[in-house]
Nanobody
């Protein structure tokens, strides 16, 4: 049974920084891709950034230059360094993973973690 455990969210002032972490626990899998999506109140869930096990990254234009994603394959953990936070970054951030299990791939989502940016 794979679980994603997120940490690092909270309340921060505009211009501040946070570091989100998401660890995939369990056994019998390898990482294809991990990343983060977010959902603000009244809006659809949107891509923030993803990273493959080969360190290929993809990120939304709105976060480029402010958010940095990284992956520790040995710890099955993805990190999101968030700098220069803006009130519009307020959202629930969801960890995402695409894992290889045997000969197939499966998607998993974390429960979500709140990030609130005050102006």
């Amino acid at each position: 049974q794979v679980q994603l455990v997120e940490s690092g969210g909270g309340l921060v002032q505009a211009g501040g920084s946070l570091r989100l972490s998401c660890a995939a626990s369990g056994s019998g899998f390898s990482i294809n891709t991990m990343g983060w999506y977010r959902q603000a109140p009244g809006k659809q869930r949107e891509l923030v950034a993803t990273i493959t096990s080969g360190d290929r990254t993809n990120s939304a234009d709105s976060v480029k230059g402010r958010f940095t994603i990284s992956l520790d394959n040995a710890k099955n953990t993805v990190y999101l360094e968030i700098n220069s936070l803006k009130p519009e970054d307020t959202a629930v951030y969801y960890c995402y993973s695409l894992l290889v299990i045997a000969t197939s791939t499966r998607r998993y989502w974390g429960p979500g973690i709140q990030v609130t940016v005050s102006s």
